[in-house]
DNA sequence: ACACTCTAGTTGACATGTCACATACTTGGC
DNA sequence: GCCAAGTATGTGACATGTCAACTAGAGTGT
């Protein structure tokens, strides 16, 4: 067993201020958007980028795919947005075992209007924290490791 | 209503960046501890912060505010420990009302063997994939933000 | 047409977190 | 010493995530 390479200073400091920030930012954002429009993160997400999509509609393998969501996880998310009208499901024409999540009028309505406050949120306890040098080292150090995770995951 | 100040190309690399970050290596670090120690990243973090303290000991609310968990969260994570005999709970001699959280034998010797493969973890899937200049820039970002979301709370 | 294998989703059981509420113990002021 | 408030936890109900097992339809080779 060899040596275990512990953080140094500077990287202890990193790692303990990513898991404060994450836990913290986490929190603060989900307490907002509750508040605000009635939705979790996992709402707001699938709702945002369901709303991205042409048509507000897609396979629910892609949609899994493209959040990196496990297909039981979105499975079990859009059960729960059915139930409150967010979304629809259909069964694809081409695959019989096809499910095509499709976003509802009222599911529209509501993302619509919780994307200004979220924007908001996001940069009051965010973004506009930060100087527009942190913004783009931020961008660059999450590419570089999410690239890697990516890749971590797929083996 | 005012208009609404959307990310503009930086940011929004930056934000989306931060959240799949986040997302992948949560989960990441989470599979290789539970593989590594059989441990969640709440145990390993209650688990950690208890053998930082004196005696391995400390009051339930103190060290929920050190960790900044709620209450209510601690006490039903310590509990789950407690059945696996990870840690103690002890009255508090001058306050009726106090809970005392004690590491226990097994508990420690659990940190001390997770400890350096978590680290490893850490270091394969984040911190060894970042300069030292962007280890540095995460620090200060997070302080920033960090300190913001504190005092957000605390209101 | 079949048999085999793969793929898409769904589900159930179980671990965690959150919030609201119930409880018991402390404290400060009479 | 007693009572109103405040404080420290514990709990229950409910929203989410994970993993493994199960169902059903699609593809391939013979």
Redesign the interface.
Known sequence: MDE????NS??D???R??R?????????LARDLAADSQLSEADYDVLSNLGETPGGRIRLTDLAAHM?WSPSRLSHQVARMRQRGLVTRETSPDDGRGSVIVLSDEGRRTIEAA??RH??S??R???D??T?A?????????????E???K??SE
Chains 1, 2 share one sequence.
């Open positions: 275990t390479r512990w953080l500077d990287e400091r990193a790692w201020g990513y404060r920030l994450s836990l913290l930012l986490g929190r603060q990196r994307a200004p924007v908001e996001v940069r306890h965010f973004i924290l930060l527009p942190q913004v783009q080292a931020l961008a660059a150090l999450s590419d570089t490791v999410v890697h995770l990516v971590a995951e």
